[in-house]
């Protein structure tokens, strides 16, 4: 099993569509959890991190689900900008907290 | 600017050719990494430094070496390339420490290697 796996998409949504995906990680012990956003041929770019309590930036909102061993990204109201694949990545005690784990990201497309 | 710094952006060349992947970051972080990306393989990670000094062996090592003789610079090395190390590899370096996750990239170096 993936340390952490992502559905790979794509996502096909119309613009000012709600889309939510999903990360799962497979060990209990992981500490940080991060959602990264990467456009087609460019680097990584942190879009948030996820606390435990949630958190919400605009039109994202990031959850943690311990129990289950998933974070969320929410995406309200879509804009063509937010065209991209993004990528989950977990931090923890198992890697001594050096190694951030990307998972293989979800492509979304917004279309007008 | 605050930026990590990577070259050269492209790169072709040949099985056996040593090549140097040089990166440097300004923002006086501990920790620097390098990255290969893949089609349906994601980010894997081949080393990291912790510090000056300081490098270990991330997933996917085989094929490369790194150095860490200063703070701001790490770079990758291609001993002898092969055919399967054509990829996009991405340096990254953030402050050290528990918790500090943001990692900050540079804009990657595409290498194909015939």
């Known amino acids: 099993r993936k340390e952490v796996e992502q559905d790979p998409g794509p996502f096909n949504v119309p613009e000012g569509a709600t889309v939510a995906f999903n990360c799962t990680y497979s060990n209990s012990a992981s500490q940080s959890f991060f959602w990264y956003r990467q456009d087609c041929r460019k680097e990584p770019k942190l879009l948030m991190s996820?606390?435990?309590s949630g958190n919400e930036d605009g039109r994202f909102t990031a959850q943690l689900n311990r129990a289950s061993q998933y974070i969320s990204l929410l995406i309200r109201d879509s804009k063509l900008s937010d065209s991209a694949t993004y990528l989950c990545?977990?931090?923890?005690?198992?890697?001594?907290?050096?190694?951030?784990?990307f998972g293989t990201g979800t492509r979304l497309l917004v279309s007008p | 600017e605050a930026q990590v710094t990577q070259n050269p952006r492209y790169l072709i060349t040949v099985t056996g050719k040593k090549l140097t992947v040089t990166c440097s970051q300004n923002m006086n972080h501990e920790y620097m990494s390098w990255y290969r990306q893949d089609p349906g393989l994601g980010l894997r990670q081949i080393y990291y430094?912790?510090?000056?000094?300081?490098?270990d062996k991330g997933d996917v090592p085989e094929g490369y070496k790194v150095s860490r003789k200063e703070k701001r610079n790490f770079p990758l090395i291609l001993e002898s390339p092969s055919p399967n190390q054509t990829s996009l590899y991405f340096c990254?370096?953030?402050?050290?420490?528990?918790?500090?996750?943001?990692?900050?990239f540079g804009e990657g170096s595409r290498l194909t290697v015939l």
């Open positions: 990254a370096s953030r402050l050290a420490g528990v918790g500090s996750g943001e990692l900050f």
């Open positions: 430094s912790m510090n000056v000094e300081v490098t």
């Open positions: 996820v606390y435990s």
């Open positions: 990545a977990v931090t923890g005690m198992n890697t001594g907290f050096q190694k951030l784990v």
